[in-house]
């Protein structure tokens, strides 16, 4: 069995929420903090002001040599230095859906370069992307990004480029939640927007 991993908007958990922003389509609710925990039984945790679930799954838009670089450069997750995350959940278009998988590869990297673009942000910014499609769920992809706090600038200049891509023609649905690390004394200054 494929174990979720949830992404619980309420009153409490391991991440302060900063801001929500929708980039592109409908906004998420307010919530005031974020749990992020693995396991199928915590969906039905109740008292929450939205949830988010997804698997992590094959790598599906890059080959060998891109992974093997991927896997030697990609920092971990909960560093501890990295006090700022963001979630991303993004949905596309059923245009993005109806191509072929050669097709989609193609948009993702020989027109958009986002593995490449992605590349030059590591190790500073660690990610993990979850999948939700096949889930049932309102978003397609859920992209978890963890980082120092002198990194936001560059987690910004990532988003910015990304954003500008053909491969971003395809997104419906894009929301921006960042986060500070609640156990932290820290409190992020306010995040740049991208």
């Known amino acids: 069995m494929v174990t979720s991993t949830l992404f619980i908007a309420g009153d409490e958990g391991q991440w302060r929420v900063d801001t929500i922003r929708a980039i592109r389509g ?5 919530a005031s903090h974020l749990e ?3 396991g199928n039984d915590a969906f039905t945790r109740p008292l929450s002001v939205w949830r988010l679930r997804g698997v992590i799954s094959s790598l599906r838009y890059t ?10 450069m990609q920092s971990s997750l909960d560093r501890s230095d990295a006090f700022c995350a963001a979630l991303i959940p993004i949905k596309k278009s059923d245009v ?3 191509l072929a998988q050669d097709e ?9 370069s986002h593995f490449q673009i992605g590349m030059e942000y590591l190790p500073a910014v660690a990610r993990q992307l979850y999948h939700s499609r096949d889930l ?4 397609d992809f ?25 491969e971003w023609r395809y997104v419906e649905r894009d929301v921006e939640v960042r986060l500070t690390r609640a156990s932290s004394k820290k409190k992020h200054a306010t995040w740049e927007r991208a």
């Open 26 to 30: 409908a906004n998420l609710a307010t």
């Open 36 to 38: 992020v925990t693995a």
């Open 63 to 72: 080959n060998k040599s891109e992974r093997d670089r991927l896997q030697e």
């Open 96 to 98: 993005w859906w109806s």
């Open 104 to 112: 989609r590869r193609a948009i993702v990297e020989e027109q958009s």
């Open 136 to 139: 049932g769920e309102s978003f």
């Open 142 to 166: 859920l992209t978890w990004f963890e980082f120092p706090e002198e990194s936001a600038p560059q987690f910004d200049e990532l988003l910015k480029r990304l954003r500008t891509t053909e």
